[in-house]
């Protein structure tokens, strides 16, 4: 128990359908992550959030929509995605936007597949 | 940002102790050295960091080299709990959230 929880774990959606993943935090933490794992891939970076700010967006395409409403939750809204988007889509937080000298908690992550 | 490398995959047996390396040879006197590691079917977990000095946790040990142009992730008695893909990442350079590269798959022989 990393105190990053994600919901729902598992997702199975269609190529038409919209869903939303979402990612909650009760540490105190400032910054807010989005990152997603495919299969044999390292981890990529998606979006980061701090102070519910989204302070950087690694050229995601817009089917990929995140949203900050406060410093605990970080949703990613999903829609029209393809089946290259099934992946693994982790969560994590940390005190300050760039870690430098703190760490980073993740979430257990969403196991999306898109059919 | 600056890079890290790291071997593919190594293999130690149980209760002995494990040395992972880290180049990183272009990094700057403000990124600090992370390791994480991954489990199999979960997220990231953090392990250890340090800047300059020789860190020392319940998890592991990382040195640092004198140069700061490599490090060494050290697991002083590896269980089967420990096999796992560590990563070994620079923070630093304003640079917002952690930069995963593939890491080292590590095997735990019982």
């Known amino acids: 128990e990393t105190g990053v929880t994600q919901t729902p774990r598992h997702l199975v959606m269609g190529m038409t359908n919209k869903k939303s993943l979402k990612c909650e935090q009760h540490?105190?933490?400032?910054?807010m992550y989005w990152y997603k794992q495919s299969a044999k891939k390292p981890l990529e970076l998606m979006f980061v959030?701090?102070?519910?700010?989204?302070?950087e967006n690694n050229s995601v395409p817009s089917r990929f929509s995140p949203e900050c409403p406060n410093s605990s939750h970080l949703f990613l809204h999903l829609h029209t995605l393809q089946p290259e988007d099934s992946a693994l889509y982790l969560c994590?937080?940390?005190?300050?936007?760039?870690?430098?000298?703190?760490?980073?908690?993740f979430g257990q992550g969403t196991r999306l597949t898109v059919v | 940002d600056a890079k890290t490398t790291q071997p593919n995959s190594m293999e130690s047996n149980e209760e002995e102790p494990v040395h992972l390396p880290c180049n990183h040879s272009?990094?700057?006197?403000?990124?600090?050295i992370h390791w994480y590691r991954q489990l199999p079917s979960q997220g990231p977990e953090y392990v250890i960091h340090?800047?300059?000095s020789n860190v020392n946790n319940r998890m592991a040990s990382l040195a640092i080299a004198e140069d700061r142009k490599s490090s060494t992730l050290i697991l002083h008695r590896a269980t089967l709990r420990d096999a796992a893909v560590y990563y070994c990442i620079l923070s630093g350079g304003g640079a917002d959230g952690l930069t995963f590269g593939k890491g080292t798959h590590l095997i735990i022989q019982p």
């Open positions: 540490l105190g933490h400032n910054a």
């Open positions: 272009t990094i700057s006197g403000t990124d600090y």
């Open positions: 959030y701090n102070f519910k700010e989204q302070t």
């Open positions: 994590a937080s940390s005190l300050d936007r760039a870690p430098m000298d703190t760490e980073a908690f």
């Open positions: 340090g800047l300059t």
